[in-house]
């Protein structure tokens, strides 16, 4: 089983600043004699939890009432329909497609995807979804 962790650091006159560098060596050292990838992007905002409850508990719910599916395989659809699938490259140079995620997102992409599939809810399926500031989410 692989696994990725995230370390928190900082560029700065071109050397990497770790956040917590013990827990960095620990990572390293886990993986002792193994080929390994080391990615550096940087730090986003991602979707905020006001805009994951208004996804989930209105978008979502209201799609998956109106077609009788889950909410769990109607967000799956919908992720699968308007998100690129994702592309991981393996060690040895091959590819693998890996489902679509929102929890990668950014605010604003996450927006721009909501805003998408309320448009598609609206305009397929005969749709109205409210806004977030018509409905109260938990």
Avoid at 92 to 101: C, E, I, R
């Amino acid at each position: 089983m692989s696994y990725a962790v995230r370390h928190a650091a900082r560029v700065k006159g071109g050397q990497l600043i770790l956040g917590n560098p013990v827990a960095w060596r620990a990572a390293v050292a886990r993986h002792e004699g193994r080929d390994c990838w080391v990615t550096v992007v940087r730090q986003q905002h991602n979707r905020t939890m006001s805009q994951n409850r208004y996804y989930h508990g209105v978008v979502v719910s209201e799609i998956a009432g109106y077609i009788g599916e889950s909410s769990e395989e109607t967000h799956e659809a919908l992720k699968a329909r308007f998100l690129p699938a994702r592309h991981v490259e393996l060690l040895d140079g091959k590819t693998l497609d890996m489902p679509a995620s929102t929890r990668l997102l950014s605010v604003d992409e996450f927006s721009a995807y909501i805003e998408q599939v309320k448009a598609w809810a609206a305009q397929w399926l005969g749709l109205s979804i409210p806004e977030p500031g018509q409905v109260e989410t938990l």
